[in-house]
Structure formats: structure tokens, C-alpha cells
């Protein structure tokens, strides 16, 4: 599938792969990636997945100043946001050095309903606590 079809499909729905720690962001970006044949060959928390070599068809980009993601990256804050666990997401198109877009999903409601603003929702923000991002390269 592409993009726009895999956002139609989730988007104010809710995912959880791994069946703990109910939707998490992971979850999310997981999900995303097996309806585009990108398989994230491992599992963790955000910031394991940052630390972590996801094989030779993901490329590692650290953020810098000048540089931004492309349209299904998987988009990875640090510590600033997230906490422990840090934070993970999909860049969509439209994306500046300035000006951040993407899907996430538990992107700091903190309401532990695990309905409604956990869900998966698109957000404009900036790159504040980002430490950068993969690329499926293949």
C-alpha cells in the first residue's frame, strides 16, 4: 500500500502488535511499516530502536539544522519527549527544516484512557527533542 492509503486505513484508529503495554508508538510504526513491506526486523522502545541496526534497508539520519525526513521515515525524539522511553512516529510529505509532519500514535496525551487522543493522529510541530531518522533505502 502506499502512503495515503495506509494513513486512510488508521488514522483515529488504534494498533497494538505486540498485545503489551496496550497502543504504543512502537506499535504504530510497526504497523505502518508492514503495510509498506518495510518490516522492522526488531522490537523495543523508541530509543532501543534508535540504538539498534535495523538492517542493510534502513539508513540511519542523524537531525541536524538543514536536513529533514521524507515521507515514511520513522521519525525518532529523544529523551525531551517521551521520556525514558523517548517517542517514535511517520514523517508525511511537506516536511522543512523548520516545520515537522507526522503520525503518531500515544503522542503524549498522558489520559491512559487508551481511547480517543491515543489514537493515531497527524500532527505539525517542530523538530524540538528529535534525534533523527530512518529511511527505508531498498
Known amino acids: 500500500m502506499n502512503h495515503k492509503e495506509i494513513l486512510k486505513l488508521w488514522i483515529g484508529k488504534q494498533v497494538d502488535l505486540d498485545r503489551s503495554y496496550w497502543f504504543q508508538c512502537v506499535d504504530w510504526v510497526r504497523a505502518y511499516s508492514n503495510e509498506r ?22 539508513k540511519k539520519i542523524v537531525k541536524t539544522p538543514l536536513n529533514y525526513p521524507s515521507e515514511g521515515d520513522v521519525v525518532i525524539w529523544g529523551t525531551t519527549w517521551g521520556g525514558w522511553y523517548w517517542h ?21 496525551s498522558w489520559n491512559w484512557d487508551w481511547k480517543g487522543k491515543n489514537a493515531i493522529t497527524p500532527f505539525f510541530r517542530s523538530y524540538s527533542g528529535v534525534v533523527g531518522w530512518y529511511t527505508y533505502i531498498k
Open 37 to 58: 513491506f518495510r518490516d522492522i526486523p526488531t522490537r523495543g522502545n523508541a530509543f532501543e530502536l534508535w540504538n539498534k541496526w535495523l538492517g542493510k534497508d534502513w
Open 88 to 108: 517514535i512516529a511517520i514523517a508525511w510529505k511537506f516536511c522543512n527544516p523548520l516545520v515537522l509532519r507526522t503520525t503518531d500514535q500515544n503522542a503524549g
